[in-house]
């Protein structure tokens, strides 16, 4: 199989929910949630595409030839690649229902492992859904992110408490769902949580804590100072507010105030190995990335994930020859620079 194929197969099943577009940019979903796109005029997504567009990169190819190395250590385990597999949830009412929850969470948890990467996976308002995400990864050796809700107290302890029965190397909670539609539309409420909270979580946890849905360099601290192994700076792909700003261009300002406290992980609008080297030069060790994975996964299965990535981790390799970073540490911000207007 190609990944062409994926694309062709993807763009047969997932109608008319994804367009399966050339460039994977928000437009054609605006406003569908649920659905693919991104909640109310669909710019908390497209920005981020223009956003990244606009970041340019130098390009110095005059030293000794070199195989760059993509690889990097996360949550004490090894990976081919500084990309992670987003979370992905709701599949009867957001996609298809091509696939079920099961099925996707297969596909991206084996795929990811396929290819030496390591897939999250999703919580939401069916009660089914999480608990069938646990068994797979056990399934996968331990390797996958469950990612819970911040539901109520009791239940996401109940959660946590699943979680620790697994051996998993970390788990992840996407802080920002506090006012996801999806979970208001089904009467299954989620809260915003404090510091304190979020230390009580780290305590209770067996394994490393990510908080998923940091925006400001104040919640950065905070979760740092909570004790949370990593952030992802994500706007949730746009889809929980909009005019959110584009994850990408708060990155740098989080760096300079959490430094190497924490693991800094980036998502939104991130498609090419071009856009992952602009991230890292920004700041973040490594990047998610969502639908494009959810096209790879009901274009390809397993294997559709695996092709997806090796795409993202040649073209990342490329860049790095054409930029002289042999490794990820090289990938650092006097390769890039802001450009004003897209020509
Ligand atoms: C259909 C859909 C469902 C999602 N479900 C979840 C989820 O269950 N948990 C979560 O943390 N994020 C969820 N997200 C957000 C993604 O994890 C990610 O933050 C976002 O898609 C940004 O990346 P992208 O532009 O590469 O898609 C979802 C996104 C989409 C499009």
Redesign the pocket.
């Known amino acids: 199989m190609t990944y062409e194929e994926v694309l062709q197969k993807a763009a047969e099943v997932l109608k008319p929910k994804c367009r399966v577009c050339p460039e ?1 940019n928000g437009v054609a979903c605006r406003g569908e949630v649920p ?2 796109g991104a909640i109310g005029d669909g710019s908390a ?1 497209t920005l ?1 595409r223009d956003y990244l567009s606009r970041i340019r990169l130098q390009m110095d190819a005059v030293h000794p030839h070199f195989d760059a190395d993509t690889s990097l250590e996360m949550f004490g385990i090894q990976l081919a690649g500084p990309v992670m597999v ?5 599949m009867p009412f ?2 298809t229902n091509v696939l079920t929850e099961t099925e996707y969470c297969e596909a991206v948890v084996f795929g990811a492992k396929e290819a030496g990467i390591i897939a ?1 996976t ?3 308002p069916l009660d089914d859904y999480f608990p069938s995400t646990l068994p797979v990864i056990a399934s996968a050796g331990g390797l996958g992110i469950p ?1 819970i ?1 911040p539901w109520a107290k009791e239940k996401l302890f109940d959660r946590i408490d699943d979680i620790s029965k697994i051996d998993c190397p970390a788990f ?1 909670m ?1 802080i920002d ?1 506090a006012a996801l539609v999806n979970l208001k539309l089904q009467g299954k409420p989620a809260f915003a949580k404090s510091e304190e909270e979020i230390r009580e979580i780290v305590e209770a946890a067996q394994c490393p804590f990510i908080v ?2 940091v925006m400001t360099p104040e919640s950065a601290l905070r979760c740092a100072r909570a004790g949370a192994y990593a952030i ?1 700076v ?4 746009g ?1 929980i507010m909009q005019d959110t700003l584009p994850p990408v261009s708060v990155l740098s300002e989080i760096k300079d105030a959490v430094g190497d406290q924490m693991k800094i992980i980036v ?5 090419s190995g071009s856009d992952v080297f602009k991230c890292l030069a920004l700041g973040a060790d490594a990047v ?5 994975y ?1 096209i790879a996964a009901h274009g390809g299965g397993a294997e559709g994930v695996a092709l997806y990535t090796e795409k993202i981790l040649q073209e990342l390799k490329e860049v790095m020859l054409m930029t002289d970073s042999p490794t990820l540490s090289d990938i650092t911000k006097d390769k890039i620079r802001f450009y004003p207007v897209v020509g």
Do not use: E, Q
């Not at 994500?234 to 792909?237: A, F, L």
């Not at 998502?267 to 498609?271: A, H, L, N, P, T």
């Not at 998610?288 to 494009?292: N, T, V």
């Open positions: 994977c659905g693919v997504f981020c987003a979370p992905i949830g709701g957001n996609y999250f999703g919580d939401g990612t809700k992840a996407d769902s998923k849905g992802v994500s706007s949730h792909g889809r998502d939104g609008g991130i498609r998610l990335i969502g639908r494009p959810a």
